[in-house]
């Protein structure tokens, strides 16, 4: 969970937070604006020998079909440990509610060129063993704009 974490600090950086300035720490809470969306955290555990073809699959088709179904990205990561980085692939998605996320996740799974790309991909063999997703929302005291 301390990954997970750090990893989470880095995407909020990655999204143009601002330092945290003591002369505002007095403000009211309600003048600070919460932003409102959900993020979805996705680790994926990928097959052994099968962690290029996901990032191509990513790279060449995945992003792509997210863009088309309404998916904001945020930032992928690959661990810095090597042995790491061959099994794990994490990433943040935001979308404006949960509900628009679920819908978004329809859409995307019924595409025929994402059924196309995933088959395509797989060929092989299946790329990914396992998906752990967590739904998240900004806390008031976030630095989120």
Do not use: Q
């Not at 999204?15 to 945290?20: D, E, V």
């Not at 099994?87 to 949960?98: D, G, M």
């Amino acid at each position: 969970m301390k990954n997970i974490c750090s990893i989470l600090a880095f995407a909020v950086l990655g999204m143009g937070a601002t330092s945290f300035s003591m002369a505002h720490a007095d403000e009211p809470k309600s003048d600070k604006k919460t932003d409102a969306r959900v993020f979805e955290l996705r680790v994926y555990y990928a097959n052994p020998g099968k962690m290029e073809a996901l990032h191509a699959r990513f790279r060449d088709h995945t992003n792509k079909l997210f863009e088309k179904h309404g998916m904001t990205i945020i930032a992928f990561w690959s661990p810095t440990d090597p042995k790491e980085a061959e099994r794990k692939l994490i990433y943040v998605l935001a979308f404006p509610s949960k509900e628009a996320a679920d819908k978004s996740w329809k859409a995307f799974r019924e595409d025929p060129d994402w059924i196309k790309a995933k088959a395509e991909s797989e060929k092989d063999g299946v790329l990914v063993e396992k998906v752990e997703s967590t739904y998240m929302k900004a806390t008031d005291y976030s630095p989120l704009k």
